[in-house]
């Protein structure tokens, strides 16, 4: 049956370091830190970071050296003091508050408009109203007829 089952191997067969490919490496790396070369691996964390540091600063890539560029997404926010901030500057607001401050100011003349009658829409309600009045009116007036017709076909009826 073949390496990797019904579907077959994928991959590359697994290759050995030779034990004298191995020694040879490794007498290099004694022989690099006898002459004083740079140790693999430095137990403690703070020369890790400072040397880190050295190397970003040291080795650019590409145009990088060339070219001082500032990516404005890069730069880290610098805490101020309470000293430094200045209350009495106003607070720039963002789009959507701005929008939404703006949209409130809107609704609220639009609203004071409204109970003073001065929009299309209140004038419609207002002309509503009048003929919802109007037929209340009448429907009251009609009521009293009937009420007095009923009470005079009462008294002729009682005599």
Avoid at 7 to 28: A, V, Y
Avoid at 54 to 73: F, H
Wanted: hydrophobic share 25%; aromatic share 2%.
């Amino acid at each position: 049956m073949p390496r990797g089952g019904k579907k077959g191997h994928k991959g590359r067969g697994k290759q050995f370091s030779n034990p004298e490919e191995i020694d040879r490496q490794m007498r290099l790396e004694r022989e690099k830190e006898e002459n004083g070369g740079a140790a693999p691996e430095s137990p403690s964390g703070s020369e890790e970071e400072s040397s880190d540091e050295d190397y970003d600063q040291q080795k650019k890539k590409g145009v990088e050296g060339l070219i001082e560029i500032e990516n404005p997404n890069r730069v880290t926010q610098k805490s101020k003091k309470v000293a430094e901030i200045d209350v009495s500057v106003p607070k720039e607001l963002s789009r959507r508050e701005r929008e939404e401050i703006e949209k409130q100011k809107a609704k609220e003349r639009y609203m004071k408009l409204h109970l003073e009658g001065k929009t299309e829409q209140a004038r419609a309600d207002l002309a509503r109203l009048a003929i919802i009045k109007k037929q209340r009116e009448e429907a009251a007036r009609k009521r009293e007829e009937l009420r007095k017709v009923k009470e005079e076909a009462e008294a002729k009826s009682k005599r």
